[in-house]
Structure formats: C-alpha cells, structure tokens
C-alpha cells in the first residue's frame, strides 16, 4: 500500500478510509487483501495490526464495477495483443466493448443458415 493506495492488476484502489489507515499505521504499513474473482470493483483491505476490514473501490469504477478477473486479464492480453498501452482506462472501456460485441455477434442465429426445425405431429 503506498500514499496513491493498492494496485491490482493494473487497477488502483483508494479510498479516505484507507488514506486514513496509512496515516493512522504509517507509511509502510502492510495489509491483507481480498479479491472477489467475480467483480473486481472493490477489494477488501485488512489492516495486519488491527484486524479491521476495509472494503476499498477501484478509481475506475466504470470500468471494474461487476467484471470479473478474467474477463479483465482478457481486456489487458487483448491489448497486449495489440501493442496497446496496458495502463490506458478509455483503451480498457474500448476493449472491454470490442469483446462483449465479439461474444454478443457469436450467439446470434446465423441468417444464411437453411437449418429447419420441425416438429413431430
């Protein structure tokens, strides 16, 4: 944990609660931290000394509030693919889309399909 408070993957997580535990423990002070795998929006931070739990936002809520770490490690190979910026939010938003788009086109019917369906009488 530093003065611009925890980095995950990329992503920050800061709050006043957590700049406030900085100061109360000083600046080296270590915490615990927990990740829900399914959303990535927010961490909870957990003093070593106190015990106390901290649940902390990403600054970027936009982007990680509900994704899941998967699906954010494939927005950053996808831009690692593309020789993008890895630390860029917007490009991260892009990204993001562009593979919910991909996903979203994969479940449509395909229309130049002749397949019937039909049903037993």
């Known amino acids: ?36 795998e399914n959303d990535i929006g927010s961490i909870d931070v957990m003093s070593r000394k106190s015990s106390k739990v901290y649940t902390v936002p990403a600054l970027c809520q936009d982007y990680a509030r509900g994704l899941s770490l998967v699906r954010h490690e494939e927005i950053l190979e996808y831009r690692r693919l593309r020789r993008e910026k890895q630390y860029d939010v917007e490009g991260w938003l892009q990204a993001k889309s562009a593979i919910a788009h991909v996903i979203d086109e ?3 019917p395909n229309p130049t399909s002749n397949t019937t369906i039909r049903r037993k009488s």
Do not use: C, Q, W
């Open 1 to 36: 944990m530093t003065h611009r408070g925890i980095e995950f993957k990329s992503l920050s997580y800061n709050s006043a609660e957590l700049a406030e535990l900085r100061r109360r423990e000083g600046p080296t002070v270590r915490v615990y931290i927990h990740i829900d």
């Open 106 to 108: 994969s479940h449509k």
